[in-house]
C-alpha cells in the first residue's frame, strides 16, 4: 500500500516540479502550456474517463450518492471557512479566495490518482463520480462568489465558451463509458492495460502544464490562515465525510472514496478565480501550497483508519 500510494504522490509532486522547472527555464511557455490542457482534455481525459466508467458495475445505489455527497462536503466547509474571515476580518479579495480555496479540494489530480493507486479502475470511477458535482458547483456557486468578494477585473470574452469545452469533452466519455457498463457490453481486455497507461499519462501532462505556470510566494503572513484552511481540510470537512457515509450507509470501496476525498488538500482552480476575478491569489497559492505538501504526512495517518 505504501509503494502505491507514494507512487501516485510521487506522480503528482514530481509532475508539478518537472513543469514548474520547465517553466522557469522558458522551456514551457504560457500558451505551450495551454495547448497541452486542451489536448490532454479534448482527447486524453474522455478515454480514460469513457473505459473506467464502461469497467464500473454498478450493483447497488449506494455509488450514485457520492456526487451528491460530495456536493454536501464542498458546501459545508463555507460554515467553518466564513466564520473564520469574519474572525480574522480578512479584505473582500482575502475572502473570496478563503472561501473558494475551502469549497474546493483536489479530487481529481489527486484524491481520484491515490484511489487510482491503491484500488485501480474501479476506485478511480467512483472518485470520479464522487465529483461529478465539482463542475457545476464550481461555475455557479464559486463564480458567485468569486464575483461577490473580487474586484472589478474583467473576464475574458473566451471564458465561458472555454470553459463549456473543458467541460463538455471529458463529460461525453463519463456518458460514453457508462452508458456502454449499463448496457452490458463486454470491454475487451487489452483495455485495462491501456487505461492503466492512459490514467498517470493523463495526470502527468496536466499538471506539468499547470506546474509551468506556478508562481510560489513565501507563507509569511499567511501563517494562520494556511493553518485555518488545513483545519477545515484535514479534520472539518473529514469529519463531515465520516458523518455522511454513516447517514446514507455507504460501504465498501464507495465509503473509502467518500472518506478519501472529503479528506484532500485545496484545488488548484480557486486559483484561476483569482486571476479572472481580482482575489488575492497570493493567499490562494499559499493555501494550495500548505495543505498540498501536508497531504503526505496526513495520508500516511488517514489511510490506515478508511482502508
Given at each position: 500500500m505504501l509503494f502505491r500510494l507514494g507512487f501516485?504522490?510521487?506522480l503528482f509532486a514530481g509532475s508539478l516540479l518537472i513543469g514548474f522547472w520547465l517553466g522557469r527555464q522558458g522551456l514551457f511557455t504560457e500558451p505551450q502550456a495551454k495547448r497541452l490542457i486542451r489536448f490532454v482534455v479534448k482527447w486524453l481525459s474522455p478515454i480514460v474517463l469513457c473505459l473506467s466508467f464502461w469497467r464500473l458495475q454498478v450493483t447497488d445505489p449506494a455509488p450514485l450518492l457520492l456526487p451528491l455527497i460530495g456536493c454536501l462536503v464542498s458546501l459545508l466547509a463555507l460554515l467553518p471557512a466564513w466564520g473564520y474571515v469574519r474572525l480574522a476580518k480578512l479584505s473582500g479579495p482575502?475572502?473570496?479566495?478563503?472561501?473558494?480555496?475551502?469549497?474546493?479540494?483536489n479530487l481529481g489530480f489527486l484524491?481520484?490518482?491515490?484511489?487510482?493507486?491503491?484500488?485501480g479502475e474501479v476506485a478511480y470511477s467512483l472518485a470520479m463520480l464522487y465529483l461529478l458535482y465539482f463542475s457545476p458547483c464550481f461555475y455557479l456557486v464559486g463564480f458567485t462568489i468569486a464575483k461577490r468578494f473580487g474586484h472589478d477585473v474583467r473576464v475574458p470574452s473566451s471564458g465561458p465558451a472555454l470553459a463549456d469545452e473543458l467541460r463538455a469533452w471529458p463529460f461525453l466519455g463519463l456518458c460514453l463509458?457508462?452508458?456502454?457498463?449499463?448496457?452490458?457490453?463486454?470491454?475487451?481486455?487489452?483495455f485495462e492495460l491501456l487505461n492503466h497507461v492512459l490514467i498517470p499519462?493523463?495526470?502527468?501532462?496536466y499538471l506539468a502544464a499547470i506546474g509551468s505556470q506556478l508562481t510560489f510566494e513565501p507563507l509569511g503572513r499567511?501563517?494562520?490562515p494556511c493553518m485555518a484552511m488545513s483545519a477545515i481540510k484535514?479534520?472539518?470537512?473529514?469529519l463531515v465525510g465520516w458523518l455522511l457515509v454513516w447517514f446514507f450507509h455507504v460501504e465498501g470501496l464507495s465509503r473509502f472514496v467518500v472518506l478519501l476525498q472529503a479528506s484532500m488538500p485545496v484545488a488548484i482552480s480557486p486559483l484561476m478565480l483569482g486571476l479572472?476575478?481580482?482575489?488575492d491569489r497570493k493567499l490562494s497559492s499559499a493555501l494550495w501550497m500548505f495543505t498540498t505538501a501536508l497531504t503526505l504526512p496526513w495520508l500516511l495517518l488517514y489511510i490506515p483508519l478508511i482502508h
Open positions: 501516485g504522490l510521487g482575502q475572502t473570496g479566495s478563503f472561501l473558494t480555496c475551502a469549497m474546493f479540494s484524491g481520484a490518482f491515490v484511489a487510482f493507486a491503491l484500488f463509458g457508462l452508458v456502454l457498463s449499463l448496457a452490458k457490453v463486454p470491454r475487451p481486455a487489452a499519462i493523463d495526470t502527468a501532462l499567511w501563517v494562520m484535514f479534520g472539518y470537512s473529514s479572472l476575478f481580482g482575489l
